[in-house]
Every structure is written in structure tokens, then in C-alpha cells.
């Protein structure tokens, strides 16, 4: 019987590591550049983390790895993380909570179960947590980052949606709706069911006022302003949403950055309360994030402002292009080497090693062809060959007279 991998899970093969790290090195380059520093996670994390502060909408919950931890140390129900925020928050209140600001990224896979098996049960994100700041400007560093990691990937045509989870909040409490209630219509947003609120019994107007906000598309600051003259003449708990969207759509605009107002495109979770970015190549997610002010009091730190941002790893591995692999597929060098003269192979792999090239020891079973050049230790004078590839040979005494071809 051949040996199956499980449903829902995938490999990685050589080719597919090589792409996976090229995306894990560019991101992890910008984090540093942008004055991120790295942090890491435990896989499993307990179950309450997830529930007690309703961090995760009714529906992500039904879909997660959960068990009793009977062996273990807790005897607690426990959970492959679901999320790769909500980990780190828990690590910066466990022991980073004094820094006044936290700035933080990571490369982690996340666990969701899909009960066909045909889609991906573990994901690979890479994402980064701005956490001591409040503003626009925090908001828009985390989405400039995400573009710049996008665009050193070279994954052009995308496309960046603006929503607001605290102008959505704002409407429903406006509205009337007590808070179980208005928890229910925000799960039923986030899980996409819009049609469904005509179930509430809310009255025609109500329903019309907030299916067109949640329906209002644009493309411009001004059109966040005009959200006003929609919601007016009664703007009571609507205007910080409105101001923030409009600091944060603004400065992306100043910037450059091309994105479009969708206040009905969050989904999944329920930590936000801000500004909220998603990030789309064609009508795939390929990343998104925004401000969760109120998750780190309501998992026992302190009131502390933060936002993330998060790239998918598996959706971005099939967009990279060819091209962005060229670095890594830079011409290599075998060296061949007798047995008398294997010391010496060996010795000279270790030096192409220190001054940058990617040297392979010929074992007797590496194809030629995937080489740029061939290099032989030879017994007696001259005591190396170089070859390229078009099978031009050049003769070398000395190792530094290796170099000095190898540089021509």
C-alpha cells in the first residue's frame, strides 16, 4: 500500500522551498528595514485564548484543531493557533508589555479544518504587529510595507480595499440593536451574510441606511467625506470612524497607493475595531490586516492601541514569477576531485563557500548540465581546470587564480 499524506495538507518540494523562502527572506528583509524584529510562537496555544474574548467569529471557531490536553501539563482544552495574531498579542502581554512600542513580525503556519480535505488545512503566513501607536500613519506603514514586500516579489496588478470596523459597530449600536444582537448582525457581516439581516426585524429605513453604507464603494478620500451628507443630519458615534477612515484613505492617496473603499469586505474575524485593509490578486486574498485596539485589554494587558498585517505565504507562491527566482538559480560550480585529491576538493569547496559561491562536491551522481561551471582537482600541474559552459577550458595554479577566472 502506497503511503498517503493526509487530506488537506500539501508538500513541499525543492523548487517550492525555493520559492517559499524567497518570500519568507524579501518579507523578512522589509520588517527589518522598516524596524520590525522577529518573534516566534508555539504551535498549540490554549483554546480560551481564542474564545474568552471573542476574538474569532462563531464560524472560524466550529473550524478549529481543538483537544483535551490529557498528558499534558494543563489538562485544558488546547488548539493548533488559528491565527497568527492573537499568539503574539498574548507574547507581548506575557513579557514585552513595559516597551511603549512594540514592533514585531513573524513567519508562522496558522490551522483552519475543511471537511472535503481539498482545500489547504494548514496555512503559511507571514505577518507584523504594530503595537503603542494609534494613528493614520501606524495603519498606513503596515499596508506601504505589505505593497513594498508585494511589489519586490514583483505580484503586480493588486488590488487594496479600505473598510472600518468601528464605523460598522458605530452604525449598528445607532441603530438600536442590543448587544447580542449587535454581535450577531457584526458575525453575520464578517461571515458575509448581508442578505441575511432582513431576518432582525429592523424597520425599512434601518435596514436601507445600513445596507447602503455597507454597499458604498469609492476610490478617494472625498468619497469618505461624502459618507457624511449619506449618514447626516444624525452623525452621533459615526464621526471617529469617519475621520479615521478619511486620515487613513488620505495619506494612501498622498502616497500613490491606488485602493477602493469597501466597507462590506471584512470578514473572518472580529478582534477589529478600526481601519481594516485587505489585499487581492484577481479575486484571490492574498493578505490583509488592520487596528484592534481593543484586543489587548480584553486579554488582560493594558489598554494599549495596536494593528497587523498579515501576506499569505501559500496563496503568493503561485504568483511569483520566474524571473524573481534568478537570484537563487545563480550558475553553480561542481567540483570533481579524484580520491588522492578529495582533501583538496574539499578544501577548495570551503573557500568558494567564504566568498559567496554556491559550490557542490561531486559525489559521482550530479547531472553536469545543472552546473555553470566544472572545476577539477587534478594530482599533478596544472593542478585546477575550469570549464563553462560551452565547454571552454581554463587552467589554474593556485586557488586565487580560480577566483580571478571565476570573477572574469
Same mark, same amino acid.
Given at each position: 500500500?502506497?503511503?498517503?499524506?493526509? %487530506?488537506?495538507?500539501?508538500? #513541499?518540494?525543492?523548487?517550492?522551498?525555493?520559492?517559499?523562502?524567497?518570500?519568507?527572506?524579501?518579507?523578512?528583509?522589509?520588517?527589518?528595514?522598516?524596524?520590525? %524584529?522577529?518573534?516566534?510562537?508555539?504551535?498549540?496555544?490554549?483554546? =480560551? $485564548?481564542?474564545? /474568552?474574548?471573542?476574538?474569532?467569529?462563531?464560524?472560524?471557531?466550529?473550524?478549529?484543531?481543538?483537544? $483535551?490536553?490529557?498528558?499534558?501539563? /494543563?489538562?485544558?482544552?488546547?488548539?493548533?493557533?488559528?491565527?497568527?495574531?492573537?499568539?503574539?498579542?498574548?507574547?507581548?502581554?506575557?513579557?514585552?508589555? %513595559?516597551?511603549?512600542?512594540?514592533?514585531?513580525?513573524?513567519?508562522?503556519?496558522?490551522?483552519?479544518?475543511?471537511?472535503?480535505?481539498?482545500?489547504?488545512?494548514?496555512?503559511?503566513?507571514?505577518?507584523?504587529?504594530?503595537?503603542?501607536?494609534?494613528?493614520?500613519?501606524?495603519?498606513?506603514?503596515?499596508?506601504?510595507?505589505?505593497?513594498?514586500?508585494?511589489?519586490?516579489?514583483?505580484?503586480?496588478?493588486?488590488?487594496?480595499?479600505?473598510? =472600518?470596523?468601528?464605523?460598522?459597530?458605530?452604525?449598528?449600536?445607532? $441603530?438600536?440593536? /442590543? /448587544?447580542?444582537?449587535?454581535?450577531?448582525?457584526?458575525?453575520?457581516?464578517?461571515?458575509?451574510?448581508?442578505?441575511?439581516?432582513?431576518?432582525?426585524?429592523?424597520?425599512?429605513?434601518?435596514?436601507?441606511?445600513?445596507?447602503?453604507?455597507?454597499?458604498?464603494?469609492?476610490?478617494?478620500?472625498?468619497?469618505? %467625506?461624502?459618507?457624511?451628507?449619506?449618514?447626516?443630519?444624525? #452623525?452621533?458615534?459615526?464621526?471617529?470612524?469617519?475621520?479615521?477612515?478619511?486620515?487613513?484613505?488620505?495619506?494612501?492617496?498622498?502616497?500613490?497607493?491606488?485602493?477602493?473603499?469597501?466597507?462590506?469586505?471584512?470578514?473572518?474575524?472580529?478582534?477589529?475595531?478600526?481601519?481594516?485593509?485587505?489585499?487581492?490578486?484577481?479575486?484571490?486574498?492574498?493578505?490583509?490586516?488592520?487596528?484592534?485596539?481593543?484586543?489587548?485589554?480584553?486579554?488582560?494587558?493594558?489598554?494599549?492601541?495596536?494593528?497587523?498585517?498579515? #501576506?499569505?505565504?501559500?496563496?503568493?507562491?503561485?504568483?511569483?514569477?520566474?524571473?524573481?527566482?534568478?537570484? $537563487?538559480?545563480?550558475?553553480?560550480?561542481?567540483?570533481?576531485?579524484?580520491?588522492?585529491?578529495?582533501?583538496?576538493?574539499?578544501?577548495?569547496?570551503?573557500? #568558494? =563557500?567564504?566568498?559567496?559561491?554556491?559550490?557542490?562536491?561531486?559525489?559521482?551522481?550530479?547531472?553536469?548540465?545543472?552546473?555553470?561551471?566544472?572545476?577539477?582537482?587534478?594530482?599533478?600541474?596544472?593542478?585546477?581546470?575550469?570549464?563553462?559552459?560551452?565547454?571552454?577550458?581554463?587552467?589554474?595554479?593556485?586557488?586565487?587564480?580560480?577566483?580571478?577566472?571565476?570573477?572574469?
Amino acid at each position: 500500500m502506497k503511503t498517503q499524506r493526509c %487530506k488537506g495538507t500539501r508538500d #513541499l518540494s525543492p523548487d517550492e522551498m525555493a520559492v517559499f523562502r524567497l518570500i519568507e527572506g524579501v518579507f523578512r528583509d522589509a520588517c527589518l528595514n522598516w524596524g520590525y %524584529k522577529e518573534v516566534r510562537t508555539p504551535t498549540m496555544e490554549y483554546l =480560551h $485564548l481564542f474564545t /474568552s474574548v471573542g476574538t474569532l467569529t462563531p464560524g472560524m471557531l466550529e473550524r478549529v484543531y481543538s483537544f $483535551l490536553d490529557w498528558d499534558g501539563w /494543563s489538562g485544558e482544552r488546547v488548539v493548533l493557533r488559528p491565527d497568527g495574531t492573537i499568539p503574539v498579542v498574548r507574547l507581548y502581554i506575557d513579557s514585552l508589555e %513595559k516597551e511603549k512600542l512594540a514592533k514585531l513580525f513573524y513567519v508562522a503556519n496558522t490551522f483552519i479544518f475543511e471537511s472535503t480535505g481539498e482545500k489547504t488545512r494548514e496555512r503559511w503566513q507571514c505577518g507584523a504587529e504594530l503595537i503603542g501607536v494609534s494613528s493614520p500613519s501606524a495603519d498606513v506603514e503596515l499596508v506601504m510595507m505589505a505593497l513594498e514586500v508585494l511589489q519586490r516579489l514583483r505580484i503586480d496588478g493588486v488590488k487594496l480595499k479600505l473598510s =472600518h470596523a468601528g464605523l460598522i459597530r458605530a452604525l449598528l449600536a445607532r $441603530l438600536g440593536l /442590543s /448587544s447580542e444582537e449587535q454581535a450577531k448582525v457584526f458575525d453575520r457581516i464578517l461571515d458575509g451574510n448581508i442578505k441575511e439581516l432582513s431576518e432582525l426585524g429592523l424597520d425599512r429605513t434601518e435596514l436601507e441606511t445600513l445596507s447602503a453604507l455597507l454597499g458604498l464603494k469609492g476610490k478617494s478620500a472625498t468619497f469618505v %467625506k461624502s459618507l457624511k451628507a449619506l449618514l447626516a443630519p444624525d #452623525l452621533a458615534g459615526l464621526q471617529p470612524g469617519i475621520d479615521d477612515l478619511v486620515g487613513v484613505a488620505g495619506l494612501l492617496e498622498a502616497l500613490g497607493a491606488d485602493y477602493q473603499i469597501d466597507l462590506a469586505s471584512v470578514r473572518d474575524f472580529e478582534y477589529y475595531t478600526g481601519a481594516i485593509f485587505q489585499l487581492f490578486k484577481g479575486k484571490g486574498k492574498i493578505g490583509g490586516g488592520g487596528r484592534y485596539d481593543a484586543l489587548i485589554p480584553l486579554m488582560g494587558g493594558k489598554d494599549t492601541p495596536a494593528s497587523g498585517a498579515a #501576506l499569505y505565504i501559500d496563496r503568493l507562491m503561485g504568483l511569483v514569477k520566474p524571473e524573481s527566482l534568478a537570484e $537563487l538559480k545563480a550558475p553553480k560550480i561542481l567540483v570533481r576531485a579524484k580520491p588522492e585529491t578529495a582533501k583538496e576538493g574539499f578544501s577548495l569547496v570551503a573557500r #568558494l =563557500h567564504k566568498v559567496g559561491y554556491r559550490t557542490e562536491f561531486n559525489l559521482g551522481a550530479q547531472k553536469v548540465a545543472g552546473f555553470g561551471w566544472t572545476l577539477d582537482v587534478q594530482s599533478k600541474a596544472p593542478k585546477f581546470i575550469l570549464t563553462d559552459r560551452a565547454k571552454k577550458k581554463f587552467e589554474a595554479q593556485t586557488i586565487s587564480e580560480v577566483l580571478k577566472l571565476l570573477a572574469k
